[in-house]
Each structure stands twice: as structure tokens, then as C-alpha cells.
């Protein structure tokens, strides 16, 4: 057989410390940089040892391991101490001592095997029951397995003395001690071993409660094989200080807490952390240092230790290391179902929130530099607002809607394509049964409509408790666009809160639906889609949540008079009662956005802002806002206008859209980053909202020509104060105006025909190039003088 040079001495080396001291040396010392020799090497001491045992019948020294916290071979070089015998076996060899009790290597007499025994070790302080107890309690969970990755238990000796565990022998090395020499792939499938027998003594009752790298042993093929079960538990109220430190759940910390499976999972977690990083997650100088530490949850990302560790696996550790159990993977199960994932290269679906607070700390730092970039005046104001806005951007959960998405995904498409057809076909389904009679009854609408709705939400909430959260989000939308159309049907059917066909003030009574049964429909929706937006904290249930209260707010107001209101043409009644909805957007916005809750603060603000536009621009129309104040434009009104206040209406509408541009300043410069994107939304509404109104005022080329003039120098003086505001909706909207308003002028001066009329435009675009080239080099010149 063909060695390597370098291994061969190594070997030679064990070989002479062994023959001199009758024990092994430290191989871990011998390989110390040089990680890809030390499994090798055991493998060929453990063949030395065997052809010494086989030319010698005394006892050898030992490369296998024992359970948990088995001391290493060099602990031999202490005095030698009596072997115990144990009736059956022959003692070979003491192989480590754990917390409990001593682990000897043994030759079963009568089946001519190796075995391990784990003996109770007198305790000198008194506590031997409990030693006694946790040993006991290991029997008993070890004899539950037929696991191949757990060490069987052969035989339970409880009437000698001392008490001992006969059980398989273990022929292989600490996971710690091999994990350098092994490649990513290797580690995970031997993690994803460890994590789905785990999972296997869950199903039985079982946790763990003390895993780690030295309870965890491999042979030569990499199979690991599981030890040490004496601190096993199920007990949620047991467990807490106990355990090796670095692998202790935060919840084992806080008496508090109680315990379950998912701290198993956070220490396979760990033990992952430190196969991929080569150290544990959490270090300090005490252990008072490591146990903040570990509370803080905050550990160090495993690729800033190496950078060749994939991405995936670091996914995995981390999201089976978060701090809070309600944010691990839900089951070993689920750990195990992605690490499978990362090993068929399919993308995983860990997104560790350590990923989101790590972000947002390294950001602000970003965020800060544009501030000092703009008080030194390096940058432009819209510049520093379009970096933060960037930077604002990676709040976005990307297990959200596509809306707010930092990225388009193929699952994402197809998720929201099914959610909307799905709409699309219940509100087909609606008007079949609701208008045009297609069917009857309460079976096939519970059938089309009311048994998707529970089984998307039942296979929401399974799928959000399995970490699928974007695919529940989905599905929870898909679920909730169902609810409102079948409880309308069932309502009919029913004849719950049904009213004649005649009832006044019903707002559809065209489709013979009563208000309270819209009421009462909306307000179930509501109240199901707020539940599910608090639970899940997406932007996308949050801002059905805010349009189910904005259409329940409409319904309410349907038994005082809506649709009086609206065939009469009092807009200004219907203002002043949506109001108050302002209010109570904006002031949920500010109370949402001081509990740390801005995925629903923003939509109630954007809810606040657009219902701001609607209740003002409702207030002027028919010249009612120009009533109250006692404003009227009679005066310039010539004598064959038909509309006596359309004149006050489209004026009414440009003051209010001066009022948003105001609003949205005020916003910008005293607002909070919950109202920001309410201020944004008002400065593109606002250009616009000032123009529309005369476009079509000169549209109805009722008034002064001098009004198309008018139109057209405000169009460009927006053009221009977009240089002022650095906004180019106001560049845009004013753009689009001033051609609007030269279209105007031609058809009312009938000039589509003058030659003159194309030259002046003409010459005025040739003019503004000119402008433009003197403005240029004289910025170019007080740029030089800088």
C-alpha cells in the first residue's frame, strides 16, 4: 500500500511514543495545521492497534471515542488506575469518563464482540442519586431506539455494583475532531444524520437536551452515531443551566421559558456553525461574557470566518440558531428537509431574521454617511433622498408580497398570477349566482368558494409554520379574496339580514344585497385579514386590511344616506363623513409605526394621504368648498357658460392641488419614516391635480381664451420648479401640459392651419436650446472657479 510521505511519519512518530510510554500521543497535536491528515492517520493508528492486539493479548491504547465529555488519550499518561471487573467481559481499556460516570472498553466473553460500558462514578459531594437518576433516565431512552445513528443498549446492570450500561461500542473519532478534514457537503449530510434521528427521538417523546460535537462520533464511512442521552427530557419546566454552555439554547437560560424540541434544533444549529466556521457561534473571556452572548443572539456571520462556506449552509445554521423558538425551523424535521435541499441543489428556504437586524445595523452606518455627504453639500438633496429611499428598500421582507418584493422570483409570479385568477373566476362565480340566477342554494357555493377559502387558509397556516412563509402569504390572499363573495351568497341563501327590493337607502339593492349584509360581510373580512396581517406582519395583508376597512367605512355610511347623497349630487356631505377616516388612518399609522410595526404603518399612510385627496377634491366639486368660504368666481364667468360653478369647481381642484404640494414639504421636512411614503405619493399627485382642472376647463372652451394662455405659462412654470424641487413629476406633468395647452390654443384660434403658428412654436423650441447651452457654460464656468 502506497502512504503519504508526511503520513508515514506521523505515524512513525505515534508508533515510538506508544512502544516508550504505553499510551497514545494527542493526535489532534500532530496534525495541527494540517487538517487533511487526521483522519487518515487515525484510520491507520486504529489498524497499528489492531495488529498490536492481535501479537499482544494485553491492553492498547485507543483511537475510539467514548459518550459525551470522554477525556482524550493523553489523560493516560496519569497514574494507571484498576480496570473494574465486570462479570461476562473482559476490561480492554478505560476509553474517557463523562459527567456521570467512567466508559471502558470491554470484550463480551460469551459473543466474542466489542462493546462499551458506562459505569456510575462515586461522587465524593453527595450526589450520587442524581447521577444515579440521569443514569437511569439514559438507559431508559437509549433502550427506546433501534436507531443506527444512536448507540444501542445491550443490557442495564441496576443490582451491581456500581450500576452499569453495557452497550455498542463505537469504533470512529469526535465529529469535532474530523470536521477540518471534510469537505461542506460531507459536513451537512452528516449534520442532516444527526438532525433526522434527532427528530426520530422527538416522535418518541424524547429531547436531547446536550448535543454537541463530542456526543456525536463518525466511522471511517462518515456515519455518525449519537451519545450520551443522560440529560434526555421531555419535561418542559426541566433543563435550564444544565448542559456544555456553548451549546445551550437561549431558552435554557431563562427559567421562564420552557423548554421543547426546537432547543435540540438550536444545538444542531450550533454544532453546524462550528463544522462550517471552526469555532462555536458565541465566545468571551468568562462565562458570564458567553451567556449574554448567547442572549443577544447577534453571532458573527459564519462566511465573514470563511469565505468559501456556501451561502446556503450558513442560511441553515442561522435560522436554527435564532434566538427566539418561534423563529427556528418548527421541527429537526424541517432543519433536515433543507439541508436535503442544499444537498440536491435546490435552493433552501431558510432566510435567517439575523439577516434583516445585521442588514439594517450595517446600513444605518450608510445612511449616516449621506447625511454627512449632504451637509457637506458633496450630493444633491434628491440625490440623498433617492439613496435612502434604495437603502430603505432592503427593509423589504422578501417573503411578502410582489409588490414590495426586493426581487421578482418565478415562484413569486406564478404564486399572484393563481391568486388572481382565483379572484378573478369567485367574482365570475358571484355574478353567475348573484345576477343572473346561473344556480341556487348553499351547496356548490360552499363547495366552489367557501371549501377553497378553508383549505388555502388551513394550508397557509401550515405551510407559515414551515418556514414556506411567501407561499402562505399567497395562499393567505388568495384565501381572503374568497371570504367577502361566498358569505354574500350565503347570506341570500340564507335569508340572514335580507330586505325587500324596495327598501330605501340599500346601496346595492340592484344585486339584492342589503347593507347590513355588506356590512357584516366586510366586517368578517376585515377583522379575518387584520388577524392574519398581525400574525404574518406583511405589507400585503396589511394593506387589504386597510382597504376592507376603507369599503366597510363606505358600507356604514350606506344607512346614512350614501346613496342619497350620490344621486344628488352632494359630494360635500359624503366629504365631510369619510372626514374623520383621514384621522383615523394617519393617527393608526403613527400608533403602529411607535410599536415598531411600519409594514402596516405605511399602508394606512398611503391610506390616509389618498383619502385626504379624495374627501378635499369631493369638497370643491359642484363649488361647494368655494360656498363655505364664500369665495365665488361669478365675475369672470362669461355670459354663455352653462355650468354656473364649474368655474369655482376647477379652481377649487388647482388651490388643492397647490395644498398637497404644501402637505407633501411639510411631510418630508417634519414627517416620519412611516408618513414618507404618504409625502411622496401627494409630491406626484400634486403637478398634476393643479393642471388637470384647467386642461379641462379649456376642453370645454366655454371660458376666455386667456385661460388657455394661463394654462400653458403655469404648465411651464412646473416644468421649471422641477429644477427647484428636483421632482420630476412636476417636470413631467408640466411637459405634458404645456402640450396639451399649445393644442388648446391652436384649436381655439383655429391656427392649425397657419404656418406662423408652427414657426413660433418653432423658433420658442430653438430658444430654449439657446437658453439652455448659455446656462451650461456658465455652470461650467463657476465650476471652474471652484
Do not use: C
Not at 469537505?183 to 434527532?198: L, M, P, S, T, Y
Not at 430603505?392 to 426586493?406: G, K, N, Q
Amino acid at each position: 500500500m502506497n502512504v503519504d510521505p508526511e503520513l508515514e511519519a506521523l505515524l512513525e512518530q505515534v508508533v515510538a511514543h506508544h512502544v516508550q510510554h504505553g499510551v497514545l500521543p494527542e493526535l489532534s497535536d500532530l496534525t495541527l495545521g494540517q487538517p487533511r491528515l487526521a483522519f487518515p492517520l487515525r484510520a491507520l493508528v486504529q489498524q497499528y492497534l489492531e495488529v498490536t492486539r492481535a501479537l499482544d493479548d494485553g491492553p492498547t491504547g485507543s483511537v475510539a471515542a467514548g459518550p459525551a465529555n470522554a477525556a482524550a488519550p493523553h489523560e493516560a499518561h496519569d497514574a494507571p488506575e484498576a480496570l473494574p471487573a465486570i462479570e461476562g467481559f473482559r476490561t480492554i481499556e478505560r476509553l474517557g469518563a463523562g459527567g456521570m460516570g467512567t466508559v471502558y472498553k470491554l470484550l463480551d466473553l460469551r459473543l466474542n464482540r466489542t462493546v462499551a460500558a458506562k459505569v456510575v462514578r462515586h461522587d465524593p459531594t453527595g450526589r450520587s442519586g442524581e447521577r444515579l437518576t440521569a443514569f437511569f433516565r439514559e438507559a431508559r431512552s437509549l433502550a427506546l431506539f433501534s436507531d443506527p445513528r444512536i448507540v444501542q443498549v445491550f443490557e442495564v446492570r441496576t443490582d451491581s455494583t456500581p450500576p452499569v450500561i453495557i452497550m455498542e461500542h463505537v469504533d470512529g473519532f469526535e465529529l469535532g475532531r474530523v470536521a477540518a478534514s471534510l469537505e461542506f457537503r460531507q459536513r451537512a449530510a452528516i449534520v442532516r444524520d444527526v438532525a433526522d434521528a434527532i427528530h426520530r427521538a422527538h416522535t418518541l417523546g424524547l429531547q436531547h437536551r446536550d448535543l454537541k460535537p463530542s456526543n456525536i462520533m463518525v466511522d471511517a464511512a462518515l456515519r455518525p452515531k449519537i451519545l450520551d442521552f443522560g440529560l434526555s427530557s421531555s419535561d418542559p419546566t426541566s433543563g435550564h443551566f444544565v448542559g456544555s454552555l456553548d451549546y445551550i439554547a437561549p431558552e435554557q437560560l431563562d427559567r421562564r421559558q420552557p423548554i421543547d424540541a426546537r432547543t435540540d434544533v438550536y444545538a444542531l444549529g450550533v454544532i453546524l456553525y462550528e463544522l462550517l466556521a471552526g469555532e462555536v457561534p458565541f465566545r468571551g473571556v468568562t462565562d458570564g461574557d458567553v451567556v449574554e452572548a448567547i442572549r443577544s443572539g447577534h453571532p458573527r456571520l459564519p462566511i465573514e470566518v470563511d469565505s468559501r462556506i456556501p451561502a446556503a449552509l450558513q442560511a441553515i445554521a442561522l435560522k436554527a440558531m435564532e434566538r427566539q423558538p418561534s423563529d427556528r425551523y418548527a421541527t429537526a424535521r424541517d432543519l433536515v428537509l433543507d439541508l436535503d435541499r442544499y444537498l440536491q441543489g435546490q435552493p433552501v428556504v431558510a432566510r435567517p431574521t439575523i439577516y434583516g437586524t445585521t442588514l439594517a445595523a450595517r446600513t444605518r452606518s450608510h445612511l449616516d454617511q449621506i447625511g454627512e455627504w449632504l451637509r457637506l453639500k458633496l450630493i444633491y438633496p434628491h440625490e440623498a433622498a433617492e439613496l435612502q429611499s434604495a437603502y430603505r428598500r432592503l427593509d423589504a421582507r422578501e417573503d411578502d408580497w410582489i409588490v414590495t418584493s426586493r426581487a421578482l422570483t418565478s415562484s413569486q409570479i406564478a404564486l399572484y398570477l393563481g391568486a388572481f385568477f382565483l379572484f378573478a373566476g369567485s367574482l365570475f362565480y358571484f355574478v353567475a349566482h348573484r345576477v343572473y340566477d346561473a344556480a341556487s342554494g348553499t351547496f356548490w357555493p360552499f363547495i366552489v368558494l367557501g371549501a377553497p377559502f378553508l383549505g388555502l387558509n388551513f394550508a397557509g397556516r401550515r405551510l407559515y409554520r414551515r418556514e414556506h412563509q411567501a407561499v402562505a402569504v399567497a395562499f393567505y390572499l388568495a384565501g381572503a379574496s374568497l371570504l367577502p363573495l361566498f358569505l354574500l351568497i350565503w347570506f341570500h341563501e340564507t335569508g340572514l339580514w335580507v330586505v325587500p327590493d324596495n327598501a330605501p337607502g340599500q346601496l346595492l339593492a340592484e344585486a339584492s344585497i342589503s347593507n347590513r349584509q355588506l356590512q357584516v360581510t366586510i366586517g368578517l373580512s376585515l377583522a379575518w385579514a387584520g388577524w392574519l396581517a398581525l400574525r404574518t406582519q406583511t405589507a400585503a395583508l396589511s394593506t387589504v386590511t386597510t382597504v376592507l376597512a376603507w369599503m366597510l367605512a363606505i358600507a356604514i355610511l350606506g344607512d346614512f344616506g350614501l346613496r342619497d347623497w350620490l344621486s344628488d349630487g352632494r359630494y360635500d356631505s359624503l366629504a365631510i363623513a369619510l372626514a374623520p377616516l383621514v384621522v383615523a388612518y394617519a393617527t393608526a399609522a403613527l400608533v403602529l409605526e411607535r410599536r415598531a410595526r411600519l409594514w402596516f404603518a405605511r399602508p394606512l399612510a398611503i391610506a390616509a394621504a389618498l383619502a385626504l385627496v379624495l374627501v378635499v377634491d369631493l369638497l370643491a366639486l359642484d363649488g361647494r368648498l368655494f360656498h363655505y368660504a364664500g369665495i365665488s368666481t361669478a365675475r369672470l364667468q362669461g355670459p354663455n357658460v352653462t355650468n354656473s360653478t364649474l368655474l369655482d369647481t376647477l379652481t377649487a381642484l388647482s388651490l388643492n392641488g397647490a395644498a398637497f404640494y404644501v402637505i407633501a414639504v411639510l411631510l418630508e421636512r417634519y414627517g416620519t419614516p412611516a408618513l414618507a411614503p404618504a409625502a411622496h405619493l401627494l409630491s406626484i399627485i400634486a403637478p398634476f391635480s393643479v393642471l388637470e382642472p384647467l386642461a379641462y376647463l379649456n376642453e370645454r372652451g366655454e371660458y376666455s381664451r386667456r385661460f388657455t394662455w394661463i394654462y400653458l405659462g403655469l404648465a411651464i412654470a412646473i416644468a421649471l420648479l422641477s429644477q427647484v424641487r428636483q421632482r420630476k413629476s412636476f417636470y413631467y406633468a408640466g411637459l405634458l401640459n404645456a402640450g396639451l395647452a399649445l393644442f388648446f390654443i391652436a384649436d381655439r384660434y383655429d391656427w392649425f392651419d397657419r404656418i406662423g403658428w408652427a414657426l413660433t412654436v418653432l423658433a420658442a423650441g430653438l430658444l430654449a436650446l439657446g437658453v439652455g447651452f448659455l446656462l451650461d457654460l456658465r455652470e461650467r464656468r463657476s465650476r471652474q472657479l471652484r
